[in-house]
């Protein structure tokens, strides 16, 4: 378990209070699973999934972006396998009512019945479980007006099954040729009926899915390459390497796709968990969709006359859970003046705010000289105006947004036109010239950075 002052109360406590993220449909007593990302919450998504971006398309020419949608062809799952396989086992209660995992029955995921005594399912008293019986986790509408007429969808669980069905198009337009990947971010659905501890596993979420095409041979070589280029990435965003690890699947464990994946987990305070999947899925997507669409899909390599069916080797992310893991990496209280303080100590270039401008009083021109300066700012990174309440106030507030900079303005700023730069992390204020402190501020935007809590 992890040894700071983070706990998954906590994080959800401030997430609430901040409006980062809260329960949807609250005014109806809210919705199982299901989140509401606000303001600074959207700009922290934002920022994991530009990230992501620029690891899978900016720093690199061999992967191209996708945007499939979200209803496809029924057909698509068939193949997949989705329809017959993608299930849970679940036992009811006849007593409470209640849906539980079979697998999750034990005291190591201490799901608990919802009467007294708190005891697992299946051991109270009047507990009165079913036969398991498998359930899919795709949730199903219809196309067309009348129900019954029409034909039945799914949301898709996965967004990786829209790169397979569009890859002979990618291939005819994008120019390339294995290796190659096809990237995509989007949301998918999964009908869980565990509970999610927060945005850990919820009904509705973002995935990052890269597939990348390989020739057959090299498939192993590059499952190897994208297991580092991943971890990689983690950590470049500023999370502890102590917190992440990489863990390979039992063969017990692999999906019906894959012949090798591993987990990057991280420890959440409710344990390791995993972040991201990465499985080398062989041939099976690509094989599985010809054979049930007709289509032909292979790469034919015209230089050598070599004709074969890719394999594919897969990082999936989830934005919400890279998200959780910033949030739980960042999070530590100290005190300041004999006083608490929380703070996300968040790598700055993911901190929703990079920089708060505030007028130490709300006259003698103060607030009019704050706007100018913000004004400077805000076309070079996100800034907040805040005029509201004492300074120390307004300096906690930032700091529990994870703000890395405050700028304030005081009556010395009007008379040289310098302000005083806070960091979040040393609490340091130095004087920087109003022009030079855009140039001063992205420098250290670019600087490297590790987590203070590392050294702490
Ligand atoms: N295409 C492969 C695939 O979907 P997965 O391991 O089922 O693999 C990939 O999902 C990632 O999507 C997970 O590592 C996790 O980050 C995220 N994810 C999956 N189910 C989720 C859920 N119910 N809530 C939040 N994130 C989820």
């Not at 190591?108 to 005891?119: A, I, L, M, N, Y």
């Not at 669980?157 to 971010?185: M, N, Y």
Request: net charge negative.
């Amino acid at each position: 378990m992890p040894d700071d002052a983070v706990t998954m109360d906590k994080i959800v406590s401030l997430c609430k209070r901040r409006g980062i993220i809260f329960p949807a449909s609250e005014i109806y007593g809210g919705i199982a699973n299901t989140y509401d990302y606000g303001h600074y919450g959207v700009l922290l998504k934002r920022n994991v999934v530009d990230a992501w971006w620029q690891a899978m398309i900016g720093d690199r020419d061999d992967i191209v972006a996708l945007d499939s949608a979200i209803i496809q062809h029924p057909r698509t799952w068939e193949a997949s396998g989705h329809l017959a396989g993608f299930t849970d086992p679940l036992v009811d209660c006849r007593t409470c009512g209640q849906r539980f995992r079979a697998d999750h029955l034990d005291a190591e995921h201490d799901v608990r019945c919802p009467r007294k005594p708190s005891v697992l399912p299946g051991q109270g008293p009047d507990c009165n479980l079913t036969e398991a019986r498998e359930f899919n986790l795709m949730f199903e509408t219809t196309i067309g007006p009348v129900q019954e007429a029409g034909s039945t969808v799914y949301l898709r669980p996965e967004t990786a099954q829209g790169i397979f069905l569009d890859f002979k198009t990618v291939l005819g337009f994008a120019r390339r040729k294995p290796p190659f990947g096809i990237a995509q971010v989007g949301k998918s659905f999964r009908n869980e009926i565990t509970p999610g501890n927060f945005i850990f596993r919820t009904l509705e979420f973002e995935q990052m899915e890269m597939e990348y095409f390989v020739p057959p041979d090299d498939a192993h070589r590059w499952y190897l390459h994208w297991l580092e280029a991943r971890m990689d990435w983690y950590e470049r965003l500023g999370i502890r390497g102590d917190h992440l690890r990489l863990r390979a699947h039992e063969q017990d464990e692999l999906s019906h796709y894959s012949s090798a994946t591993s987990d990057v987990e991280y420890l959440y305070p409710i344990g390791w968990q995993e972040l991201e999947g990465i499985a080398n899925r062989g041939n099976f997507d690509l094989t599985q969709h010809a054979q049930y669409s007709g289509e032909k899909l292979e790469y034919f390599d015209q230089q050598s006359g070599e004709r074969y069916v890719p394999h594919v080797i897969e990082p999936a992310a989830g934005v919400g859970r890279a998200t959780l893991a910033l949030l739980c990496d960042a999070y530590d209280e100290d005190q300041i003046g004999g006083e608490a303080r929380t703070v996300l100590k968040l790598h700055p270039r993911m901190a929703p705010v990079k920089v708060a401008v505030l007028p130490l009083v709300r006259k003698d021109g103060q607030p009019e000289l704050a706007h100018e300066v913000r004004n400077l700012l805000r076309r070079r990174m996100q800034t907040e105006y805040d005029e509201g309440g004492s300074i120390g106030r307004r300096y906690r507030r930032q700091d529990e947004i994870g703000t890395p900079w405050c700028v304030t303005i005081d009556h010395q700023s009007l008379e040289d036109r310098t302000v005083t730069v806070r960091d979040r992390d040393t609490l340091t204020q130095d004087r920087v010239a109003i022009d030079e402190l855009p140039d001063v501020l992205a420098g250290k935007l670019e600087a490297a950075w590790i987590s203070p809590k590392v050294a702490a």
